[in-house]
């Protein structure tokens, strides 16, 4: 519920084709910080607890019904004529609802709840507005439609810029496009809306002019930052939004207590979870569902994503933590190590050119140099088990599903296809042959045909 305490519905307009992204994918499900723009969006909106969501599409529906599944309904706009006409394709999704309605943009995804509160309780002010328009003041209006409204926020008129005089594009208010209105008065209002404009569409900011010349107050409120209600339509915008979006949250992460040497270089997901005290290394990149604890090294160039990182844990440069990857306290992760469901117990170590997949390692095991799990046979997934303190030579392999004693020693350059018992030393090699004087031989006979075939 609102502040009002009346039901809330939001609206989701996603129906455009998106052309400028040159895209199969739908615009709105392209990702920011590992999170599809309309994702973003509805996790904002649903601070608010809306009790309905519809999300009005056109061109790429299935896309749109497949990543939402049940969270919100879908309603068709097809043919497209307008925001007005999109709007109005909710009505049917939204029958017998009674209360307010929040009108949003899939390709707007950075409005932030407060500012979605402050529309709603702008709509149950005393004045009474039919409707609510969120405004805002760029530095280049560019082509956005304007907002002629007076100075305590009532709206005189709405126009959009190939409709607006030059007097009129001289005002710097411009519309965001979304708005505020009690389901009781939008679909009576779009129902008077007409298309007698530049375009030959049903616009939704006429709903606005509708109830003024009805007599009816409507009010505009203007957001403090611009960039929340920046559009996306571009892949040079989606750059811009990440961009602007990473900046915050580096930001943001410095002011929790986390050390950036480069921060520019840092890149983080819409769920990475920080400790204090971590220090992130130039090169770092964060994908969806990494946590991060107290008192932890990232070399740079390393990659994580899915991963959870205990107290003291070190890893890098250039690791890579792929999903299922768990550092217990005070382990160790060196460079060219990548881990993918593994488990590396308190204390332990891989510290250069290691694959530990689909496996269990114990507290204080050490992992040499060119360990490999081998965990995948062609068909399905096998688990290796390596027991505390255990100690893994250099270029080893660990055939799965294998398991490995704690305090037992796997002497290096071992293909281990058997299980090794605690404290027992495993050694897996060809016989070693000697032949004293034969590379002497060799390089003698090459040398000698090499000359021949130059004469």
Not at 87 to 110: K, M, R, W
Not at 168 to 190: H, I, P
Not at 304 to 311: D, H, I, K, P, R
């Amino acid at each position: 519920m609102t502040e009002s305490n009346s039901p809330l519905a939001i609206v989701v307009l996603a129906a455009g084709k998106g052309t400028r992204m040159k895209s199969a994918t739908h615009k709105v499900l392209h990702p920011i910080a590992g999170r599809p723009m309309l994702e973003h969006l509805l996790a904002s909106a649903d601070t608010l607890a809306p009790t309905r969501s519809v999300v009005v599409a056109g061109h790429g529906r299935e896309q749109l019904e497949a990543a939402l599944g049940s969270r919100a309904t879908i309603a068709v706009q097809e043919p497209q004529l307008g925001t007005g006409h999109a709007v109005q394709q909710a009505e049917a999704a939204l029958e017998g609802f009674s209360g307010d309605i929040l009108i949003l943009y899939g390709d707007v995804p950075f409005v932030r709840p407060e500012t979605m509160r402050a529309m709603i309780e702008r709509l149950h002010a005393e004045d009474a507005p039919a409707v609510v328009v969120l405004g805002f003041e760029p530095e280049d209006p560019l082509r956005y439609g304007r907002i002629l409204a007076h100075e305590d926020g009532r709206i005189a008129m709405m126009v959009e810029y190939k409709d607006a005089t030059d007097e009129q594009r001289a005002c710097r208010l411009c519309n965001s496009g979304l708005m505020a209105v009690k389901a009781q008065d939008l679909f009576a209002l779009l129902a008077k809306v007409g298309n007698d404009n530049a375009q030959g569409e049903y616009y939704l900011i006429d709903i606005v002019n509708v109830a003024s010349l009805e007599g009816r107050t409507c009010a505009v409120i203007v957001t403090d930052d611009p960039d929340e209600v920046g559009g996306i339509n571009s892949r040079a915008e989606l750059a811009q939004a990440e961009a602007r979006w990473q900046l915050r949250r580096r930001a943001q992460a410095m002011a929790d207590g986390v050390t950036l040497i480069a921060p520019e270089t840092v890149f983080f997901a819409w769920d990475t979870v920080l400790g204090q005290d971590v220090t992130i290394e130039p090169n770092v990149v964060f994908g969806p569902g990494v946590t991060v604890a107290d008192d932890v090294m990232i070399h740079a160039f390393s990659h994580l994503e899915g991963a959870t990182l205990e107290s003291g844990v070190a890893i890098g440069p250039y690791a890579r933590l792929r999903p299922g990857a768990v550092l217990k306290k005070g382990s160790k992760v060196g460079n060219f190590v990548e881990m993918k469901k593994a488990v590396l117990g308190e204390g332990a170590k891989a510290n250069h050119l290691t694959y530990l997949g689909d496996a269990v390692v114990g507290a204080k095991a050490n992992i040499g140099a060119g360990t490999i799990t081998c965990n995948y046979d062609g068909y399905f997934k096998h688990q290796t088990v390596i027991g505390e303190r255990a100690f893994i030579g250099s270029n080893s392999a660990l055939i799965a599903p294998v398991k490995i004693g704690a305090d037992a020693i796997v002497a290096a350059g071992s293909a281990v296809t058997r299980d090794v018992a605690d404290g027992e030393l495993r050694l897996v090699r060809g016989e070693q042959l000697v032949k004293p004087g034969w590379a002497d031989r060799f390089h003698d006979a090459m040398r000698k045909k090499k000359a021949e075939k130059k004469g």
